[in-house]
């Protein structure tokens, strides 16, 4: 069955560093989506890419969609305390619908003020 | 609009008994999800739905029965607990191109 692989598992930064999390499929996607996950609380839907090598931007949050549709990052520039959570990509497990997601195991990221 | 809403927010169960994980959502979103989440596991899927009438297996189905009689409701339902079914279960709505919005979760202890 298909595999979304995401590096790192955690990641430790101080406030003002940046920070990427990779997202891998293996299979191509149709879209993709990425989710965060502050601790104790439930994911919350961030961004969908659906076009090949797109780049989107929200704010200090900037997500690449790679040209072959199997992988795509997230890049915070000068974290925050803020930005602490689990952030997860999620991809489309049946042809191109969203009714059936997998997601990445995720990649913790921790700011140190 | 409360979004979805996910009720017991907490529950400890004895192993062998059975109970119903209440989901709800109000913005009309044909696709419904019930996920798992254990520590390093991620968000496994358990049981999905596309509309009402319609469910179907996710990756981690054993054990937990779901129904859809209406668009809004999508109840997860463990059938005998057992240890291994501890965690934090979150339900989910979307529709068609969109995100997925989440409740705040279940945290169930199977002791």
């Known amino acids: 069955g298909q595999q979304v692989m995401q590096i790192p598992q955690y990641q430790h930064v101080q406030e003002g560093e940046d920070f990427t999390t990779y997202c891998n499929s293996s299979?191509?996607?149709?879209?993709i989506q990425w989710y965060k996950q502050r601790p104790g609380g439930h994911p919350v839907f961030l961004i969908q890419?659906?076009?090949?090598?797109e780049v989107k931007k929200q704010k200090r949050l900037t997500f690449q969609f790679g040209e072959a549709k199997k992988n795509s990052s997230l890049h915070i520039t000068a974290t925050q305390t803020t930005d602490v959570g689990t952030y997860f990509c999620a991809g489309p497990s049946s042809g191109g619908s969203n009714y059936k997601l997998t997601f990445g195991k995720g990649t913790l990221l921790t700011v140190n003020p | 609009n409360a979004g979805v809403t996910q009720t017991p927010k907490f529950q400890v169960l004895k192993t062998g008994q059975s109970m119903t994980l209440q989901c709800a959502q109000d913005?009309?979103?044909?696709?419904m999800s019930w996920y798992r989440q254990d520590p390093g596991m991620g968000l496994r899927l358990i049981h999905y739905s596309v509309g009402a009438g319609i469910t179907d297996q996710g990756e981690v189905p054993n054990g937990y029965n779901v129904s859809r009689s209406t668009t809004e409701d999508f109840p997860l339902r463990l059938l005998s607990a057992a240890p291994s079914q501890t965690s934090v279960y979150f339900c989910a709505s979307s529709r068609t191109g969109e995100g997925y919005t989440f409740g705040s979760g279940t945290r169930l202890t199977v002791v």
């Open positions: 890419l659906v076009k090949s090598g």
């Open positions: 299979t191509t996607l149709s879209n």
């Open positions: 913005m009309n979103h044909e696709y």
